[in-house]
């Protein structure tokens, strides 16, 4: 009999089946949560190794992150992971990045094409409004890494996130595309989930396989 940790999302399939199944989505998915959630559904979720997939993900965009602060505070978080740095430290590091997100979130409501509460949009075709929310996205990426506990529900969006801003209206400028709202949209999005592919790539690379059947009984 399963138990309920081990019943099946789709009903009529066996466990030996859904962990076949398992072992395919490691291999094809591109979605960095389903994969972490995989890795705590098979027990081989590791905090600090998430932790430094993280890092390694910020980086791949490290040319993109013009902060020093913010730099040493993921070198501070990839220190952590090797037992260099204290958690004395990481926390003094994540205060210092926190402070810096909420205040580039400031400017950034400042910088809305409306100042009504509810509204949040704004202009595409502004480089200092891309460079504030690369600032951002890069100080939220270096307060996940350095919280004391990170676990499979965090995952490097920012990273993402800061190479979509850093290369969408380039990338269409240099289509000779129309810069609008519509086609600047569509380049993040296809910007960002590019880079998550790359990182379900790292993440597979880091971490064992999920395995389909127990080896032990010497069969």
Known sequence: MLTS???????GLTLLQR?????????????????????????KFDQETWRMFHCKCLRNVWHLIRDETVKRAIEAAEGYCQGEVSVEELDRQHE??????????????????????????????????????????????????????????????????????????????????????????AQWKANRDAEEQKQADLLRSMFPRPSTTDNRSGA
Do not use: H
């Open 19 to 43: 962990q076949s199944e398992m072992s395919d989505d490691w291999k094809t998915l591109s979605n960095v949560y389903d994969l972490g959630q995989l890795l705590v559904q098979q027990g």
């Open 96 to 185: 210092a990045v926190g402070t810096i997100s909420r205040k580039a979130w400031e400017v950034l409501l400042s910088l809305r094409t409306s100042q009504k509460s509810n509204e949040y949009v704004w202009p595409i075709s502004r480089q200092d409004v891309d460079d504030v929310w690369i600032g951002y996205s890069s100080a939220i990426g270096a307060s996940v890494v350095t919280q004391r506990e990170i676990d499979a529900l965090a995952t490097p969006e920012a990273a993402c996130s800061i190479y979509a801003w850093a290369t969408a209206r380039r990338d269409i400028i240099a289509k000779g595309g129309n810069l609008n709202r519509d086609s600047v949209e």
């Open 5 to 11: 940790g081990q019943l099946s999302p789709k009903r």
